[in-house]
């Protein structure tokens, strides 16, 4: 597979204005997600979104809808989003962002942390001087699970890994055995030639007039 830099050729940045406003659309959507400030995350979405991750697949509001059901049940994330590349060309904008999100698992009696490595991807647009999201979609690169008390140990058979895809094989395993129908079908490094073609549509439409 040849890697192509995306950057030669492209138009200027704008000013740092709006890197600095972008940045803050995507941190305040990470921040709302986890304080359980429903309202401010709501707002950060257009209403035409659309957002695909692990366990949902649809449009912004109803992503911030699912957010507020999984709390409500207990089942609260913590993510920890790390320097945000930002990228701006007219009235759109692309962000890419790492991000470790840990959550608390009851894996037959033992607490146990689950914590998941990605790359949270977000288009966003500029409307009526306006930045918010159109889109967020997550690379999914691996994830680790270790019980929460120093010497006890969580033992998962392989075989109930092996059926879920490598880079999100402990996150597929935990909604499945919630009842959940985890999907085979998101992107992860795993599948390098499907992330690479993700990148190439995403540069495409930031690019385009």
Do not use: C
Not at 72 to 77: I, L, N, Q
């Amino acid at each position: 597979m040849t890697i192509v830099d995306p950057e030669p050729g492209l138009p200027g940045v704008l000013g740092s204005p709006h890197i600095a406003q972008v940045a803050q659309v995507v941190i305040t959507e990470r921040q709302a997600r986890d304080r359980g400030w429903w309202k401010i995350m709501s707002d950060q979405y257009w209403p035409d979104s659309t957002v695909h991750l692990s366990w949902y697949d649809g449009d912004g509001s109803g992503f911030v809808a699912g957010s507020a059901a999984m709390a409500r049940r207990g089942a609260t994330a913590l993510h920890r989003m790390f320097t945000p590349a930002v990228h701006v060309r007219g009235d759109k904008a692309y962000v890419e962002a790492p991000v470790t999100m840990r959550l608390a698992v009851d894996a037959d009696g033992i607490a146990g942390n689950l914590t998941s490595y990605t790359r949270l991807n977000y288009r966003l647009a500029r409307r009526d001087d306006r930045w918010r999201i159109l889109s967020l979609n997550a690379i999914y690169e691996n994830a680790t699970l270790a019980a929460a008390v120093p010497g006890e140990q969580i033992v998962i058979p392989a075989a109930e890994l092996g059926r879920f895809r490598e880079s999100y094989a402990l996150l597929a395993w935990n909604a499945a055995r919630l009842g959940g129908s985890p999907s085979d079908n998101e992107l992860g490094d795993d599948r390098p030639e499907e992330v690479a073609e993700f990148y190439a549509g995403t540069w495409q439409w930031l690019t385009a007039g």
